[in-house]
């Protein structure tokens, strides 16, 4: 990253928020085991539905689990599945879209009418078609959510590689004999890699919206594990006599999907020349 880019990303104070907000959460998520005063899993039921009190900040759910201590937990989980889930697209989408776009022809259109065939749903329906037949559970999540969200980076870095090999150093490294793997190591994922981890930090906050809604349906991560989405669906009985037990898990996906979003809004406009501005000297 230049000094240019640099110094556009410390000047917005939303950004430097967002990234010390993302920064404490990922640090809470590290530390959980030993953050947590209780137990997420531990069930009293004689604690059940309490209030914030000294022992348990911010009170208990219908089970007597403490909520903080599930909310620490879920910052683990939460984020580290959508981390994982975002690896996976990125490595995926980068090998198929550069493969596709550089050798062309019939490798070409097998790839991109594969990705036709998955584009024809939307991501979600996808999703939880996938889930219908699988079943919930941790690893069909991420596996559902990969498949249905990677066809859309595939064609776009497709794009971005077919407009690179018409570049003159591309044609200049094959003239001098350079295998092609070599050319697509070398010259045209470090152009390509750049806008594609914006575009990724940009849909994290999609990602984890659609991996809490799974959870929130019932078809994604499931009980007892500590999951906001999962502590969303947990939590629909008692949204009328306790809504704090919705608010929180709630409160904390909209803080973290608002961070991505800022963070990859930032990102965006640092690394488009367009967005460039004049000052008077």
Known sequence: MNSAVWNKLIRNKLTLLSCMMLAVMLVVALVAPWLTPHDPNDISLEHKLEGPSPDFWLGTDHLGRDILSRLIYGTRI????????????????????????????IVDRVFMRFCDLLMAFPSLILSLAMLGILGPGLGNVVFAMVMSYWVWYARWIRGMVITAKQQHFIAAAKIAGTPGYKIMAAHILPNILPPTLVLATLNLGSIILSISGLSFLGLGIQPP?????????????????????????????????????????????????????????
């Open 225 to 281: 594990t500590p999951e906001w989405g999962a502590m969303l669906n947990d939590s629909k009985p008692f949204l009328k006599s306790h809504p704090l037990l919705m608010l929180y898990p709630g409160l904390c996906i909209l803080l973290v999907v608002m961070a991505f979003n800022f963070i990859g809004d930032a990102l965006r406009d640092a690394f488009d020349p367009r967005q460039e501005t004049w000052e008077v000297k």
């Open 78 to 105: 939460s984020l580290g599945i959508a981390f994982v889930v975002m690896v996976l697209i990125i490595v995926v989408s980068v090998v198929v879209g550069t493969i596709s776009g550089y050798s062309g022809g």
